[in-house]
């Protein structure tokens, strides 16, 4: 059962990733992109982490991917028009990246254990008070520290993009 | 705090001062700066000379505690002279540039002190830390004197000078590094004393890379054939001063390093690679006498005949002889008076016609009879005429590498044949023959100054050719240390001064 | 669960650098808010203040050391010193840019409370003792510098600059990142001591996987610091940047990265040392080539300097890859004399580059000596230090790397980084050929009022921070030790 | 006993007149300049005799030796100023300090009326002090300084008209020939350091003569043939003799006193000096006979057809030299010196007459171009006449004493070197009496209107020629009383101890050669003076051999196509053009332009393009994995 | 009705194996993608993959810290789109367009 749910949702994530590449408009890229981030949602609960999963579901899908968009359409940007720019990325970066998948897939087949299969129900950390916890106790220090993170950056954007708003 | 401590600072306060003082009173500032520091350092003269051996004057306080590094200066016999030449070039150089340098003047000056203190501090420093950073600091005035009051190829000129010397330096630097690594001490006795009492051993590979990299530096600043086509370019661009400090002092730094360092720190390897050395030495005297005989540059000319006469340097100091050791040590001094003289001379010329080609002379002798009388005095100096300083210098010379092949100086002394060659034909073309108009109008006599600048050089010629005796004791003594020191691991079958002592009984 | 859960004074004590930093940043933005145009003049000092406050903190900070925020952070001599390195960087990189920022009339209080906060970063970072901790911080030192970077908005350099130091530093932060899930999947702990235990345990995780993690958190410190294949970016991004932002950025955030770089690998991969030194080996002298050649033909003064700031970080992987104690030491005493003398360089730059920075070819510095004798003369000390000619820090630099690397046997790696360094002498050399070699040629037929622009004095603080450099710089050359020192007793054991 | 006052006193004159000369009086310089000789000449006579020479007995058979201070000292090696005086440097110092005088004075009638008069005869003292230098040393370096101080100052007269390029020239080639010679005599010092371990030459020939001959060539004749060629070079022998005719460029009073009385015989004087190390190699002995037999003959073909008159005398110089080296080499060391001596006398006496000659005729050398002069320079004449006869060996007289002694001893070694010997002899006497006849008989050819006179250097021009002043003949009659009874002075007798004499030959042998000289001067009488059509019939007839011996075999043509110039070209296109800057420099900034175009290639890298930096990235982070999942550890 | 060949759940290999294909998708994007926002996004896609591989490892190794993780790295990648698209913004205000090959002013 299990199985076949990673099964779906994984292949889900995956059309939609290769949509994302293989899309030239952009929206239809950020519109894939949510796909990938709703199956991973859905994935990340058979792991356990419900509050990630919902985390997921709102911080990205809900607000990062809107704020691509409303980019895009502030922007309207249109497809990409086929400018003739030989960059060396366009002829090797296929082998480029079947080489980097190869070697990566090669580091998954020697540390996963094929045996351990994932049983949902069966982490039960991934709850919001256990998350809670841990930010509050162990990882109490860079939880404030995001907060400068957070600080910077809407302090970068509004650098950056005063004009544009006001 | 000694006399040599003063000697070798008051150009760096000299320095700071100039920099300091207005422009008008440079000129008379650095002169007398030179002068100052020549008196202080003809008081070295007594304790060196008297001390059979071993350092005077030691002053050896720490710099910097890690690694440790400590600023460890002294005298003997063989930095002795080559100080006492700095700081008599120096006034001399200054003098010189007095109508020469019109613009920068200030700059001009306080490089020129800088230059003084760096080259001091290269022949007194005993603790090879302190000798790289010298060394370098040595080559930064000399770039810009180059570079920034040199003829019109200057830039291109001197960046191949510094280029150059700093690729071959660096590589000493490895060395040593490598060095204090293995012995835990930047102190040059006290890495020599580590060698002889076996606390540290170098494999026969080690030792051969080492002294190959601290060859190629010292052979870079010499320059030995193949490695001198800095030179011609260095000397001909550079201005008077520049020449005369570069041919006089600057090429010692690189014997100096021979004698001082490549053979006490790794006799086993110079002693293997001897025959090498004094191969392309012996080249580099034919060759160099060759090329500057069709010199149509007087500058040039006495550029290549430089290369020349320091392969003879080398000839002596890889003939592990004591006369060949001390000719070498000898001909330094020589090379330095003679060559300086000349190239001051060539600059005289080169302030009346502003011409470097000799073409634009030939008859000077009969407008300006006193300048080519002290020309040809210098001249016959530098082709070794009996009586004046060369030739004590190469008969050492060729008599000590005599003692350990004579086949070499067979083909060495062609190098004296040859020399006679080039000098002579350059003062005949100069000199001799009927002056023309235009030359003998701006062919003035020596000027009082530049009878001053050039008087000390022609005295000493006449004195270290006469009465060398008044040099050679501390120089054979420090050169006897030195040849115990590089000898005592050579093999007893090759080991000249064993056979000079059969051929004494 | 830990008995305290509430962190102690002494965990705040040693933290205290960053608190203060912030609450400075936060301080001007908001007076940022509140004050009038003619009032802001004010926040230039506030920063300094700011920053020396926070310079004493990191320093008293470093009189206990330990760890704070349950290990989050450890303050110990090595955090201490680049603390102070990055503090340091930044009271510099305020004093070169009140001048520019008036010229360029852009606006002051976003750009102290950025160079402030990266600042904070860049401390986390080296304070770090969690790799999450390391993200954090070089997310935020990152992102400032983005901003940084292209803080000019309307200058097209300045958001093109900006842009490719995004787009690439987040593209290698995901490389970085994923790295880190497998250390973390590896060895089930993102601190730094659980890593190095389980990772010398007797049952540790086979090492070709774990070293293959760790090239992929290379590849994310690789291109901060600039290391060849990763170093595409520096050149673009710092030409593009503005000349104080270049000056900072190829100083502050690389010191940082170099910092946590050496102790993630020296301290959490020490145990499987034997497979990252021969990739750092490589990718030293990779470094150190790309840098000094791709140098050798650059017409654009800030981009030649940051090809130079590619190879200076060539030759602190060279310390690097001694992976020695002597080798760290070595990479804290470059750092300190490299930041020094590159941002003193990118100091006068900025001094002569003018408004709009359009005289930042190499040939607008023909014939400075007469011009701006003093300027030539530092620039002409930070130049020979970056050639590493002695009694210059950036000579002890090299000095003491290449004996940490003799020491660790690297003969070849040294000898190639000495002749890389003769190779570099040329470029530098060229700078002092224009400046006091070559007659102001494009001036010549110029107007007056360019004439007049050529010549016009530094600012009081811009000379100070340049004056600064060219004396730390000497003093780091004659008079190393009491840096030297402190690196050795801050090296990591 | 103060040896050094005899040089020092030249000394001080030259540095008197060449410091001050140009601003002296001519009266002034010239008693600078003939009194130091004169003085140092007094002091030599002083020292002789108080060493009891002329006293007879057996005065200086022991060198008197003097040591003054080190020289130079190296290790075992130490070199001092040693003078020491014997038998042999008695006779040379005779020699010198006395003709020298002599010439010294003519000088003062010769050059009246030159330019850089001063200068002049500061050289000539300078020259004087040399030559007191090598003869009084006492040890090979001490003898070397002198060697090359003789050198540099016949490189200082013969250029002495330094506006003449011709001039200039041969004083280069003199100088540069020299030092080809010198180079073998250094290499000779060194061996001798290397197997003496002195220089000194007591202590040298000590130790030779405890050794035994050395019949085949070991280092003793290696050591003796480098002495050789220094001789050579010194001496102008072949090869080396291609210098000293040109030598004649320099004023004739300096021909007569370095190119023929005294320098010349510097090389002779050094092997008689080493005949130690001569004797115990004989090959080298052999070879010594040899290169003078064989100059002797070939300069005195050559001489048979010069037109210059002071180049006949130049070859006949060169001849006689060779007629030295032969006694020498054939184990006659007295009498090489014997020849020295008197050959010093009459051929002093031929350039001085010469010089006067051509004063005469105001500068004009060229034996075509004078003839008839008997009626005009009685005098000169006269001297001229007993110096002919006495080089053409007529009996009695100077040149016949020495030579014969020469010859019997040639003899003695090979006989046909003797009959060689014997009609170079009359070779010799012909050429003399062809130049003399030539001088004074028959009518004058010149043109009675030269400008001016002595080339280009003179300002008394005038018509026909003139006899010379007292102060130019007086010296001239000195030389000539000298050359007539200077054969009777038995120098044999007196170097006996250092060189016993080997007792004369048969007496035929004498007669033989004798008749020779005769035979000679009388041919050339005939050919000159009674029917002078012959010789130009001569020529024609024999006008190859003819071209040859005028050209003197085209040595100096052979060593300028053999040696001068392929080394000049060669190190000008070969070693500087193509190898120095082309190769070795060319290398060197081959360097620099392959390092920049690295740099251009690296540059092209950096394209500027996002997507190929992530290329990059991607590209490293797949190498690194590798090389740390499977090279790892690969140190 | 026969039970279908699969297993009855997915080993974790498989989730970090969909991890790398994304990762690598992401990287293919930032390669191919000629428009600045999707090169962008794709980053996103990066950054995604790597939270799942920390959520799965986080299951493996039975403990909270990934799941933190990764809750850090989605602040993070929201701080960074904000920075990201202002930055765009400017770009595009600048150049008036969005194809990341027409950036390319600053190069050799």
């Not at chain 3, 060279?318 to 490299?338: D, K, R």
């Not at chain 4, 005899?6 to 001050?20: D, S, T």
């Not at chain 4, 740099?599 to 394209?607: D, K, V």
Request: with cysteine; net charge neutral.
């Amino acid at each position: 059962m299990d199985a076949l749910l990673f099964m779906i949702f994984a292949a889900v994530a995956v059309v939609c990733g290769v949509n994302l590449v293989l899309q030239t408009h952009p929206i239809s890229s950020a519109l894939s992109l949510v796909g990938v981030m709703a199956a991973l949602a859905a994935l990340y609960l058979l792991l356990g982490g419900e509050f990630i999963a919902a985390a997921q579901l709102v911080v990205y899908a809900g607000a990062i991917m809107v704020l691509f968009i409303f980019v895009i359409m502030l922007l309207n940007a249109g497809t990409e028009r086929k400018i003739h720019k030989a960059s060396w990325a366009k002829y090797a970066g296929v082998p480029l990246l079947v080489a980097f998948l190869g070697l990566v897939a090669l580091l998954v087949q020697r540390i996963a254990p094929p045996s351990e299969n994932v049983v949902f129900g069966e982490f039960r950390k991934g709850t919001a008070q256990e998350i809670g916890r841990a930010l509050f106790t162990t990882y109490l220090l860079p939880f404030e520290v995001t907060s400068v993170l957070i600080l910077i950056a809407i302090l970068g954007a509004i650098v950056l993009a005063r004009k544009e708003i006001d | 705090m000694t006399l040599l401590d003063a000697v070798i600072f008051l150009p760096l306060l000299g320095f700071f001062a100039l920099l300091i003082a207005p422009a008008s009173v440079s000129r008379l500032g650095a002169l007398a700066i030179s002068l100052l520091v020549f008196v202080a350092s003809l008081g070295l003269i007594g304790k060196v000379t008297g001390a059979a051996d071993g350092y005077t004057f030691v002053n050896s306080t720490p710099w910097i505690t890690y690694p440790p590094i400590r600023y460890h200066v002294g005298l003997d016999g063989l930095s002795l002279w080559l100080l006492i030449l700095t700081t008599l070039l120096t006034p001399i150089a200054v003098l010189v540039s007095w109508k020469h340098i019109d613009h920068r003047v200030k700059a001009f000056y306080a490089f020129l002190i800088l230059l003084e203190f760096g080259l001091i501090g290269v022949f007194v420093s005993l603790d090879l830390f302190l000798f790289y950073v010298f060394w370098e600091v040595s080559l930064v005035p000399m770039y810009f004197l180059i570079g920034i009051w040199g003829h019109d190829r200057r830039i291109y000129a001197t960046v191949k000078f510094f280029l150059y010397t700093f690729a071959g330096s660096v590589l000493m630097l490895g060395a040593i590094i490598y060095l204090y690594n293995l012995a835990g001490t930047f102190d040059y006795t006290g890495i020599l004393e580590q060698l002889r009492s076996g606390r540290i051993m170098l494999s026969d590979r080690a030792e051969m890379v080492m002294f190959l990299a601290f060859f190629l530096a010292f052979a870079i600043k010499v320059p030995l054939f193949p490695l001198h086509t800095w030179l011609p370019d260095a000397h001909v661009e550079a201005p008077t001063a520049g020449s005369i400090m570069l041919a006089s002092v600057m090429l010692k730094m690189g014997t100096y390093g021979l004698v001082r360092f490549c053979l006490p720190l790794f006799p086993q390897a110079a002693h293997t690679s001897a025959p090498w050395i004094a191969a392309l030495a012996i080249v580099g005297i034919i060759y160099g006498a060759l090329v500057a005989m069709v010199q149509p540059n007087m500058k040039k000319l006495v550029a290549y005949s430089s290369v020349s006469h320091l392969g003879f340097v080398v000839l002596g100091v890889f003939s592990f002889t004591q006369a060949g050791l001390d000719g070498a040590v000898y001909q330094m001094l020589n090379h330095g008076i003679s060559t300086g003289a000349l190239f001051l001379l060539v600059g005289y010329l080169y302030e009346r016609r502003h011409s470097l080609e000799i073409s634009a002379y030939g008859g000077v002798a009969t407008p300006a009879p006193n300048l080519s009388a002290v020309f040809l005095i210098t001249t016959l100096a530098s082709i070794g005429l009996p009586a004046l300083n060369n030739f004590v210098g190469e008969y050492l010379v060729l008599q000590g590498a005599s003692q350990a092949h004579f086949s070499w100086v067979v083909f060495a002394a062609v190098g004296v044949i040859l020399s006679a060659c080039y000098m002579l034909w350059l003062y005949q073309r100069a000199f001799f023959g009927r002056a023309s108009e235009s030359l003998s109008h701006h062919m003035p006599d020596l000027s009082g100054r530049e009878w001053a600048a050039v008087l000390p050089l022609l005295i000493l010629m006449f004195w270290m050719g006469v009465y060398s005796q008044s040099f050679m004791p501390a120089i054979s003594a420090q050169n006897a240390q030195i040849l115990g020191q590089t000898n005592r691991t050579a093999v007893a079958s090759r080991h000249p001064v064993v056979k000079e002592v059969a051929n004494a009984r | 669960m830990p008995a305290n859960a509430f962190p102690t004074s002494v965990e705040y004590f040693r933290a205290l650098p960053e608190i203060v930093l912030t609450l400075a940043g936060v301080l001007i933005m908001f007076l940022e808010a509140v004050l009038r145009d003619d009032q802001k003049k004010i926040f230039g000092f506030l920063t300094i203040v700011g920053l020396g406050a926070a310079l004493g903190a990191a320093i008293s900070a470093g009189g206990d050391p330990g760890g704070a925020f349950h290990n989050m952070l450890v303050v110990d001599g090595f955090a201490t010193f680049f603390r102070v390195l990055v503090i340091g960087v930044g009271l510099l990189a305020v004093f070169a840019s009140i001048e520019y920022l008036e010229r360029e009339r852009a606006n002051t209080g976003e750009y102290y409370a950025l160079i402030l906060f990266s600042i904070v970063g860049q401390s986390i970072m080296v304070t770090a003792n969690e790799l999450i901790m390391v993200f954090i911080g070089l997310e935020i030192s990152s992102i400032a510098s983005y901003v940084l970077a292209g803080y000019l908005r309307d200058d097209a350099r300045n958001n093109e600059s900006a842009l490719k130091y995004f787009l690439l530093g987040s593209f290698a932060t995901a490389f970085l990142l994923y790295g880190v899930a497998w250390i973390y999947g590896l060895t089930g702990s993102t601190n730094l001591f659980q890593i190095r235990q389980s990772l010398a345990s007797p049952g540790a995780p086979p090492v070709v996987l774990t070293g293959m993690a760790a090239a992929l958190m290379l590849v994310g410190f690789g291109f901060k610091v600039s290391a060849a294949p990763f170093q595409v970016w520096a050149p673009d991004v710092y030409q593009g940047a503005p000349a104080p932002v270049s000056g900072f950025l190829s100083v502050g955030p690389k010191a940082a990265a170099f910092g946590i770089l050496v102790r993630v690998f020296m301290t959490a991969f020490g145990p499987i040392a034997a497979r990252w030194e021969p990739i750092v080996w490589v990718v030293a002298l990779a470094t150190m080539i790309v840098g000094n050649f791709a140098a050798l033909q650059q017409s654009n003064i800030k981009r030649m300097l940051a090809y130079s700031s590619i190879a200076h970080a060539g030759y602190v992987l060279v310390a690097v890859a001694a992976n020695s104690e002597v080798g760290s030491a070595a990479v804290m005493f470059y750092l300190a004399a490299y930041a020094l003398t590159n941002f003193g360089a990118f100091a006068v730059v900025t001094h002569i580059a003018r408004k709009g920075e359009k005289r930042v070819g190499i040939d607008d510095f023909a014939g400075l000596a007469q011009r701006q004798p003093a300027m030539a003369a530092m620039l002409t000390i930070f130049l020979l230090s970056l050639i590493g000619v002695p009694l210059t820090g950036g000579f002890f630099g090299k000095f003491y790397i290449f004996k940490a690397a003799l020491d660790s046997n690297l003969v070849w790696l040294t000898v190639l980084g000495l002749l890389n360094s003769a190779v570099a002498a040329y470029y530098y050399l060229r700078i002092l050929v224009v400046m006091y070699m070559r007659e102001p040629a494009k001036l010549g037929e110029a107007s007056t009022e360019a004439l007049a622009e050529a010549s016009v004095p530094a600012g009081a603080a811009l000379q100070f921070a340049v004056y600064a450099s060219a004396v730390g710089t000497l003093l780091l050359g004659i008079f190393p030790g009491w840096v030297l020192d402190a690196a050795n007793r801050a090296a990591l054991k | 006993m103060q040896l050094w006052l005899i040089p020092l006193l030249p000394l001080a004159g030259f540095a008197l007149n060449g410091l001050f000369g140009r601003r002296l009086s001519k009266t002034a310089v010239n008693m600078i300049a003939c009194g130091s000789v004169l003085l140092s000449f007094l002091w030599v006579l002083k020292t002789l005799s108080s060493l009891g020479v002329f006293s007879g007995g057996n005065a200086l058979e022991e060198a008197y030796r003097e040591h003054y201070f080190t020289w130079i000292r190296s290790g075992l090696l130490n070199i001092g100023v040693d003078f020491a005086i014997d038998r042999l440097t008695a006779i040379m110092l005779m020699i010198v300090t006395g003709v020298g005088f002599l010439i010294h004075v003519y000088g003062v009638g010769y050059m009246a009326h030159e330019g850089g008069y001063a200068r002049f005869f500061a050289y000539l003292n300078l020259f004087m002090f040399f030559m007191l230098i090598l003869v009084l040393g006492a040890n090979f370096l001490l003898l070397f300084v002198g060697w090359e101080g003789v050198g540099l100052c016949s490189y200082l007269l013969i250029g002495f008209y330094f506006l003449e390029k011709f001039a200039t020239d041969a004083a280069n080639k003199a100088f540069i020939v020299n030092r080809i010679g010198d180079f073998g005599f250094s290499l000779a010092v060194f061996l001798i350091v290397i197997h003496f371990g002195t220089l000194d030459f007591a202590t040298v020939f000590d130790k030779v003569k405890g050794m035994p001959v050395e019949s085949s060539a070991g280092w003793m004749t290696a050591i003796a043939l480098l002495l050789l060629l220094g001789a050579c070079g010194k001496s102008a022998q072949i090869p080396l003799y291609v210098w000293l005719p040109d030598a004649m460029a320099g004023p004739t009073p300096v021909s007569a006193l370095i190119h023929a009385a005294t320098m010349v015989t510097a090389g002779v004087y050094m092997v008689a000096r080493s005949s130690q190390i001569f004797l115990h190699a004989a090959g080298a002995l052999n070879v010594v006979a040899l290169v003078g037999l064989a100059t002797a003959f070939f300069a005195a073909t050559i001489g048979l057809t010069q037109n210059d008159i002071k180049k006949v005398y130049a070859y006949s110089t060169v001849s006689q030299l060779g007629y030295m080296f032969l006694g020498l080499g054939t184990g006659a060391f007295s009498a090489g010196i014997f020849h020295v001596m008197t050959h010093a006398f009459f051929k002093a006496l031929l350039f001085l007459g010469a010089g006067s000659v051509i004063h005469a005729c105001s500068g004009e050398q060229d034996l075509r171009k004078m003839g008839g002069l008997r009626k005009y320079t009685p005098i000169t004449m006269w001297t001229l006449a007993c110096a002919t006869l006495a080089i053409s060996g007529f009996p009695g007289l100077s040149g016949a004493a020495s030579k014969d002694l020469i010859l019997e001893a040639a003899y003695d070694h090979a006989p046909w070197m003797y009959w060689v010997g014997v009609f170079t002899a009359g070779m010799t006497a012909f050429y003399v009496t062809r130049a003399f006849c030539l001088t004074f008989f028959g009518e004058y050819r010149g043109e009675a209107q030269s400008p001016h006179g002595h080339g280009a250097h003179d300002d008394h021009g005038h018509g026909t020629p003139h006899e010379s002043p007292a102060v130019m003949w007086l010296p001239l009659a000195i030389l000539a009383v000298l050359s007539l009874v200077g054969g009777h002075i038995d120098i044999p007798k007196f170097l006996d101890p250092m060189f016993p004499l080997n007792e004369g030959g048969a007496a035929w042998l004498e007669y033989v050669a004798t008749a020779a000289g005769l035979g000679g001067i009388a041919l050339a009488f005939f050919f000159y003076v009674v029917v002078p059509s012959i010789p130009e019939s001569l020529a024609r007839t024999f006008s190859g051999p003819y071209r040859w011996l005028y050209n003197k075999y085209f040595v100096d043509e052979l060593y300028d196509s053999l040696v001068v110039s392929p080394t000049v070209d060669g190190s000008r296109s070969l070693l500087w053009r193509t190898m120095d800057a082309g190769g070795i420099d060319g290398l060197v900034n081959g360097t620099g332009k392959t390092a920049r175009a690295i740099g251009a290639m690296l540059r092209r890298l950096q394209s500027g393009s996002i997507r190929s930096y992530a290329a990059w990235v991607v590209l490293g982070s797949i190498l690194m994995i590798i090389f740390a999942g499977f090279a790892g550890g690969a140190k | 009705m026969p039970p279908l060949p699969i297993p009855a759940a997915a080993p974790l290999s498989w989730y970090l194996m969909l991890s790398a294909v994304l990762f690598t998708l992401g990287v293919a994007g930032f390669l191919f993608r000629r428009n600045i926002i999707t090169v962008f996004m794709s980053i996103e896609l990066m950054l995604n993959a790597v939270n799942l591989s920390f959520i799965t490892f986080s299951y493996q190794l039975k403990q909270v810290d990934g799941h933190i993780f990764s809750f850090f790295v989605m602040v993070v990648a929201a701080a960074e789109a904000a920075v990201g698209l202002a930055i765009i913004l400017t770009v595009f205000k600048n150049r008036q367009t969005l194809e990341i090959d027409e950036l390319n002013s600053l190069k050799n």
